[in-house]
C-alpha cells in the first residue's frame, strides 16, 4: 500500500497545447471586443453628428425668424459677422471667413463652435483657438463638419445668385425666404462635408467644409463615382458614416443618407421636379 507521499502529485498547470488553444481563445474574443468596441465608438461619433445637424438646424431657422422669414446666405460678401468679443471680421484682414455661414449663423448657436465641429473636427479647432487665434477665425469659417447647401438656400454669389443679370434670365432660381420652400420635407440643409487642406485644391483631402454643392447645376457638377480621395467628386459631400451623409432637412428631420441617395436634385432645389434635373431658362 503506498503512502499518501507517494500517491501521484494532481496537475494543476496547463499543458503547451492548453496553453496555446486558451491563448487562440482570449486572441480571438479582444478581437470580437475591439470590431464590436469600434462599431460602438463610431455609432456615438455619427450620433453626434446627427445632434449637431439638428442643433445647427435649429439655429438657422431661428436667424430666419429673426430675419422676417429671409433665409441666411449661404455664401455672400459684404455682409457682417462678428467674433464673440464684437470685434468685425474683416474679408481684407481674414481671407474670405466673413462670406461663409459659421460666423453668422453663430451668434445663434451661441457661439458654441462644439455644434459645428465634432468628433475629429473639434479636437483640431480646439488646438487652434489656443494655439493660433487669427488662424482659428479663419478655420472656424472654413471646415465645420457640415457643409449648407449655399446654391439653392439663401443663396452663394460664386453661383450668382446675387447677380441680377443672371436672375433676370432664369428667374428666382434659389429660395431666398422660407416662405418660398414648397418642399421642406425634401430641402437638404446641412450634410456632412469634407474638403481640401490646400486652397488650390493640391492638398489631401480631410473632413469637414462649410459648403455642399448639388449634383447638378445648369450642368452636371457631379463626377459618375464618389471618390473617397477627390472632395470635389461629389460635391464635397462626405460619406464617412459607412458611405452615408449625415443631412438634416427644412422640415427639422435629420437622416443619414448614401452618397448614391444624395444624388438626385430634388434633394437640393426646390423647382427639381425630377432628379437629373438642371437649371434652364
Known amino acids: ?45 455619427e450620433v453626434t453628428e446627427r445632434n449637431a445637424a ?6 438657422w431657422t431661428s436667424y430666419a425668424l429673426d430675419h422676417n422669414g429671409d433665409l441666411l446666405p449661404g455664401y455672400r460678401s459684404g455682409l457682417e459677422a462678428m467674433t ?5 471680421i474683416s474679408s481684407s484682414t481674414i481671407g474670405v471667413a466673413g462670406n461663409r455661414y ?21 479636437e483640431f479647432l480646439e488646438e487652434l483657438r489656443i494655439n493660433d487665434y487669427p488662424s482659428y477665425v479663419y478655420t472656424v469659417a472654413t471646415f465645420p463638419s457640415l457643409g449648407i447647401n449655399s446654391t439653392w438656400l439663401g443663396g452663394d454669389e460664386i453661383d450668382g445668385c446675387f447677380n441680377p443679370a443672371l436672375t433676370n434670365l432664369l428667374g428666382n432660381f434659389y429660395c431666398s425666404s422660407m416662405s418660398q420652400i414648397r418642399n421642406p420635407q425634401l430641402m437638404t440643409v446641412f450634410a456632412s462635408a469634407r474638403g481640401n487642406s490646400s486652397p488650390n485644391g493640391s492638398g489631401s483631402t480631410i473632413e ?17 463615382e464618389y471618390d473617397p480621395n477627390d472632395s470635389t467628386s461629389f460635391g464635397n459631400i462626405s460619406g464617412r458614416w459607412d458611405g452615408r451623409s449625415v443631412i438634416s432637412r427644412v422640415d427639422g428631420s435629420v ?27
Open 54 to 59: 439638428r442643433q445647427s438646424l435649429i439655429a
Open 84 to 88: 464673440p468679443d464684437g470685434e468685425l
Open 255 to 281: 437622416d443619414a443618407l448614401t452618397t448614391e441617395e444624395l444624388d438626385d436634385m430634388r434633394l437640393w432645389a426646390d423647382r427639381a421636379d425630377s432628379k437629373d434635373w438642371k437649371l434652364a431658362p
Open 102 to 122: 459659421p460666423w453668422r449663423l453663430a451668434p445663434y448657436l451661441g457661439y458654441n463652435f462644439d455644434v459645428l465641429y465634432v468628433n475629429e473636427q473639434n
Open 208 to 224: 469637414g467644409y462649410f459648403k455642399v454643392a448639388s449634383p447638378a447645376f445648369s450642368s452636371r457638377r457631379w463626377e459618375s
Open 1 to 45: 500500500m503506498h503512502s499518501p507521499c507517494q500517491r501521484s502529485k494532481v496537475r494543476s498547470g496547463f499543458t503547451m497545447v492548453e496553453l496555446l488553444v486558451v491563448i487562440g481563445i482570449v486572441l480571438i474574443l479582444m478581437g470580437f471586443v475591439i470590431t464590436i468596441g469600434g462599431k460602438v465608438s463610431k455609432q456615438a461619433r
